[in-house]
Nanobody, 124 residues
Framework: QVQLVESGGGLVQAGDSLRLSCTAS????????MAWFRQAPAKDREMVAA????????RYADSVKGRFTISRVNTKNTVYLQMNSLKPEDTAVYYC?????????????????WGQGTQVTVSS
């Protein structure tokens, strides 16, 4: 059974940093694209950052460019999201996702595997 387990969320103040982790079990994702999505109340799920299977191709949402960094350690089957200079508008449930192809896709419907989500709340 494939599982993605996120950790690292919490309540922080504006300007603070958090690092989210997502570890996969049940299969390896070393050749597969992975991404972080987020969903705020009453909003659609949006891609925050994505990384290709080999880690060479990385994409970010415009709203987080320069503040967030996605990375992966394939030997640990883990992907990270370093979030700096957090803003109240970053408040959301953050989800880790993986897809079978190695290349990135922006649509959540193209990702077959999902974590349970971790809450990030940024107070002003």
């Amino acid at each position: 059974q494939v599982q993605l387990v996120e950790s690292g969320g919490g309540l922080v103040q504006a300007g603070d940093s958090l690092r989210l982790s997502c570890t996969a079990s049940g299969r390896t994702f070393g050749n597969n694209a992975m991404a972080w999505f987020r969903q705020a109340p009453a909003k659609d799920r949006e891609m925050v950052a994505a990384i290709s299977g080999n880690g060479v191709i990385i994409r970010y949402a415009d709203s987080v460019k320069g503040r967030f960094t996605i990375s992966r350690v394939n030997t640990k089957n883990t992907v990270y999201l370093q979030m700096n200079s957090l803003k109240p508008e970053d408040t959301a449930v953050y989800y880790c996702a993986a897809r079978l192809p190695a290349y990135i896709d922006y649509s959540p419907t193209s990702y077959a595997y999902w974590g349970q989500g971790t809450q990030v709340t940024v107070s002003s």
